[in-house]
């Protein structure tokens, strides 16, 4: 339960893994990993499939259609992934963690986004395990990619492997072209978690518009400012600590670190 509840805190820093897909080629419809069937009959609807997944309508037809070439040809691995992709679509979700997953072992270590969407929603479902395992072969199989590094970060929330995932949250953030407010939220927490109350503190003053509504961050927030309060007798910085506590919605959900240094 513990686990359920802090997932559904940290589900805002989930954005960066899935806001970028619909701008690659790939999710245009513009390439394949596998083979494509030559029929005429494939070339006929697949497309039209692909096409009800990007204006997301008519998703009972489209899974139809990805059913029906997965039929015929059951090593094409794409039609797996946008069969997985349109259930999700429906919220269908651990159903959809299926077909990712058959879409991903067809692929052989090809294609970043089947991975990348297979250990999302695997985690979003609960199987942190399983997403961990897959955000470290992202890791392996496309080392410039910042969203490995990312997820095995986000995915510490869970396993409390706070050093491990502090450590792939930096390389994942210099990685990052651009600073990202998701990446440097998920580093505060992280920091906080690490007992590096000093060094989180400008991360969370960083992102704090952006996230001031998630009891995690709330929760962390508040943890930094009470240690960092204490160690130097800042009363201002303990009252400050109070009103991020205050905030939290759900207290009983947050990481047990925090929870129990904020209730002593």
């Given at each position: 339960m513990k686990h359920i509840l802090l997932l559904l805190s940290v589900l805002f820093c989930l954005i960066n893994i899935s806001a970028q897909q619909n701008q690659t080629d790939y999710f245009l419809g513009n390439r394949t990993y596998c083979k494509k069937p030559d029929t005429e009959r494939f070339n006929q609807i697949y497309p039209l499939g692909i096409k009800s997944v990007q204006q997301n309508l008519y998703l009972g037809?489209?899974?139809?259609?990805?059913?029906?070439?997965?039929?015929?040809?059951?090593?094409?691995?794409?039609?797996?992934?946008?069969?997985?992709?349109?259930?999700?679509l429906s919220n269908m979700e651990k159903e959809a963690v299926i077909f990712y997953h058959a879409a991903d072992s067809l692929a052989q270590n090809r294609s970043i986004e089947f991975k990348q969407n297979l250990a999302t929603l695997a985690m979003k479902v609960g199987r942190m395990t399983f997403s961990r395992k897959k955000f470290q072969e992202m890791t392996e199989y496309f080392p410039e990619s910042p969203e490995g590094y990312y997820g095995i970060g986000l995915t510490s929330l869970f396993l409390e492997d706070y050093k491990n995932g502090l450590e792939n949250i930096n390389i994942a953030e210099n990685k990052y072209n651009t600073p990202n407010k998701d990446a440097?939220?998920?580093?505060?927490?992280?920091?906080?978690?690490?007992?590096?109350?000093?060094?989180?503190?400008?991360y969370f003053e960083k992102v704090e518009s952006n996230f001031k509504k998630d009891d995690t961050f709330n929760g962390c927030y508040a943890l930094s400012l009470k240690q960092i309060g204490i160690k130097n007798s800042d009363e201002k910085m303990i009252k400050k600590s109070k009103k991020y506590y205050e905030k939290v919605q759900n207290k009983a959900g947050l990481p047990e670190p925090v929870k129990n240094a904020l209730n002593t």
């Open positions: 037809a489209a899974f139809k259609i990805f059913a029906e070439v997965i039929e015929t040809n059951q090593s094409f691995c794409d039609a797996y992934f946008w069969a997985g992709y349109t259930l999700r440097q939220c998920l580093k505060a927490l992280l920091l906080t978690l690490n007992e590096k109350y000093d060094e989180a503190l400008p």
